[in-house]
């Protein structure tokens, strides 16, 4: 954007669309509206309230993409959730992107933002990153997918999930020459810096809904702790027996991981009643069974259980190492799922007859 004055706001455009991810609109638009930038939201329609995904936002626009000139910005922000795919469907949105793009000017994606920029032909030769669900999309669209909580390649900004949230918006801030009153913004290379006071700071997660995430990751972990001991205790199989074991040293890695976070946001892990009843669900189930298939497909459905559980965690909060935790938990217990199905398989094939449909296993549930 050219400017007549060195003294004006900076002018940030934020697009929205119906089910936009509620802190992926709100924590850059807090920030900035802090840092004295005038934000602009842009829908596709006049006079339409717009929902965030998760219910907690409900906003007007101020203006649409039709009407708007990108010039007249000096940055704009395309937040996540399911609202890019609806944002990439208004050829108005893509052009209002393409055309800040093509003038030098900011353009931010987070989450599924990057959808926007694929429509609009804007990735390839890029460095870029995204929700993992669109990584191929984007490589397929001519991007360098990298898996970092931010990447920056000229004028273009992305970064994954909410937990790069408060990285993601220091980014913008500081591109764009902005400061927070009262407010020391980290080097975006420090993955120690306390990010997560800044996005409680800016609307997103707060420090108790945090760590009651750890707690309840902790809590179904120690189930699955638990649980695997006595699967390995009772089935037959000596190769599943130390698949088993190697499940439960996952397990302890995560609780411990998880123990070290509390302690450094200076809090205690508490565990949750639900385990207590979960495990005596489980004792007696186990005296109810003496076979192996049972017993793997038991085993399966807690694991499934946790990738679910575990994929909520990841994307519910905005603090980068808490989530980057969550993360590694998820793909870890997608493969231990996935090495127990081959078991599973494996003994079908050697001839063992196929278990009735098992009741859904007691598994704590982490959503």
Request: glycine share 8%; charged share 25%; proline share 4%.
């Amino acid at each position: 954007m050219s400017s007549n004055g060195q003294d004006r706001s900076k002018r940030v455009a934020i697009l929205v669309e119906q089910k936009v991810e509620d802190s992926e609109f709100q924590v850059p638009h807090t920030a900035l509206t802090w840092a004295g930038a005038e934000v602009v939201v842009l829908g596709t329609r006049m006079n339409e309230e717009y929902k965030g995904k998760q219910g907690k936002l409900s906003i007007k626009a101020d203006g649409t993409t039709t009407e708007a000139r990108a010039e007249d910005f000096d940055a704009v922000i395309i937040p996540g959730g399911m609202a890019p795919d609806r944002m990439r469907t208004n050829m108005k949105t893509v052009r209002f992107v393409q055309d800040a793009v093509q003038q030098g000017i900011l353009v931010a994606a987070v989450c599924h933002g990057p959808q926007v920029l694929i429509e609009g032909d804007l990735l390839k030769g890029k460095r870029a990153t995204g929700f993992r669900a669109v990584r191929k999309d984007m490589q397929n669209a001519g991007a360098e997918f990298v898996d970092e909580p931010l990447a920056i390649d000229g004028n273009l900004i992305t970064s994954r999930r909410p937990g790069d949230l408060p990285i993601f918006t220091t980014a913008i801030l500081q591109r764009l020459g902005l400061s927070v009153p009262d407010t020391t913004l980290p080097d975006i290379n420090d993955k120690d810096a306390g990010w997560w006071k800044l996005g409680e700071q800016w609307g997103g997660s707060s420090k108790s809904e945090i760590v009651e995430g750890i707690n309840t990751a902790i809590a179904g972990e120690r189930y699955g702790l638990e649980a695997f001991d006595h699967y390995a205790e009772q089935i037959s199989s000596d190769e599943a027996r130390a698949v088993f074991r190697g499940i439960r040293t996952n397990k302890e890695r995560h609780i411990q991981q998880l123990e070290n976070r509390l302690a450094v946001l200076e809090e205690q892990p508490s565990i949750k009643a639900v385990a207590s009843t979960a495990y005596a669900a489980l004792k007696s189930w186990l005296q109810a069974t003496n076979s192996d298939l049972e017993i793997l497909r038991r085993a399966l459905g807690d694991l499934q259980t946790g990738v679910v559980d575990t994929y909520n965690l990841r994307n519910k909060f905005t603090d980068p190492v808490t989530v980057a935790i969550f993360d590694e938990m998820e793909v870890t217990i997608a493969k231990d799922e996935q090495n127990v199905a081959d078991l599973y398989h494996t003994l079908l094939a050697a001839g063992a007859s196929k278990p009735p449909m098992p009741t859904s296993g007691a598994a704590v549930s982490g959503s």
